[in-house]
């Protein structure tokens, strides 16, 4: 390890906790072990982060927050690093630590990943229980739409006995999503699961308004978090969102954060579905960008679900 990588030795920021330290000083002694086998630039230079990042076959950006504890690597990450500075090492009593001592290092920061969001956390647990309220009611509301299903098969015989029926259906509705209206985007996207029974070929136009009001609420929440320097929380509440978020709800919600000018957030937005979602998920958000004019979105979505492919 004769040349120099002044890069791999991260100042740490203030707040990043003891234990996220102590496994990023690790794989930094580790990072450079594989950067002395990486062909660098000349004898006295070593290989830029990109190189080595390459090397590793991380992202850039990713290997720069796990030297800096900005963010944890996943098991599978940090057996692989570990792997490759065994080898370039020339075997683990070169490296100085054991994969287990590594392991436990870990697991201290991954315990830390929430440090200082004790609020949000008391927010998420109140979530939990307003949520598991909601999905016995939806459940309820399940076996009602189940045994009320011979009747709609006679309903359909008269149009006008249906647009009285759905009618009254969308009127109780409403009332009791208004009951609702004080829940977070979680309660509000996962209550929206059980549609109203509308015929296909209407359109279901009162549940549109209910996601974009949902989609709404969580950019709200979100530019809230990030105008006040709570950047990791707002990103944990958009990524948490999109899991239970419907593919409308997204693009609406998509919208929301570019009319409030919160770009950033919408980009990350962008990046996280595209990486973390199904195509078919990816090609009906993207559809709908595309139906409301949103079509930079629309091809950013597509350009990030395609990179994701190609690293995987």
Not at 152 to 162: I, M, N
Not at 188 to 196: E, H, M, N, R, V
Request: hydrophobic share 40%; aromatic share 4%.
């Amino acid at each position: 390890m004769t040349r120099t990588c002044g890069w791999i030795d991260k100042k740490f920021r203030s707040d990043v906790p003891p234990g996220k330290r102590a496994l990023a000083l690790a794989l930094q002694g580790l990072c450079h072990h594989i950067a002395a086998a990486v062909p660098g630039k000349s004898p006295q230079a070593g290989p830029t982060q990109a190189e080595v990042a390459d090397y590793l076959k991380f992202g850039g950006t990713s290997l720069s927050k796990f030297l800096s504890g900005q963010s944890v690597p996943r098991d599978r990450d940090l057996e692989y690093f570990y792997k490759v500075a065994c080898v370039e090492a020339g075997g683990q009593h070169v490296l100085g630590i054991s994969f287990g001592e590594l392991a436990r290092l870990r697991e201290q920061a991954w315990a830390e990943r929430c440090h200082g969001c004790v609020a949000l956390r008391a927010e998420r647990d109140a979530l939990a229980e307003q949520v598991e309220c909601a999905q016995a009611e939806i459940t309820g509301l399940r076996q009602a739409a189940a045994r009320d299903t011979a009747e709609l098969a006679a309903l359909r015989q008269d149009a006008q006995s249906l647009r009285e029926t759905v009618s009254e259906l969308q009127k109780a509705a409403a009332e009791l999503r208004e009951t609702r209206a004080g829940l977070q985007a979680r309660l509000a996207a996962q209550a929206a699961l059980a549609p109203l029974p509308v015929p296909r070929w209407r359109g279901d136009r009162q549940r549109r308004r209910i996601d974009v009001s949902a989609a709404q609420r969580v950019a709200q929440q979100a530019a809230e978090l990030h105008s006040d320097g709570r950047q990791q929380a707002a990103l944990s509440l958009l990524r948490h969102s999109t899991e239970v978020l419907s593919p409308l709800e997204t693009a609406a919600l998509l919208q929301a954060l570019r009319q409030q000018q919160q770009s950033e957030l919408a980009d990350n937005v962008i990046h996280i579905y595209g990486r973390d979602h199904h195509d078919q998920d990816v090609l009906q958000v993207t559809w709908e960008l595309h139906k409301r004019g949103a079509s930079d979105d629309a091809g950013a979505l597509l350009r990030a679900a395609a990179g994701d492919h190609q690293r995987a």
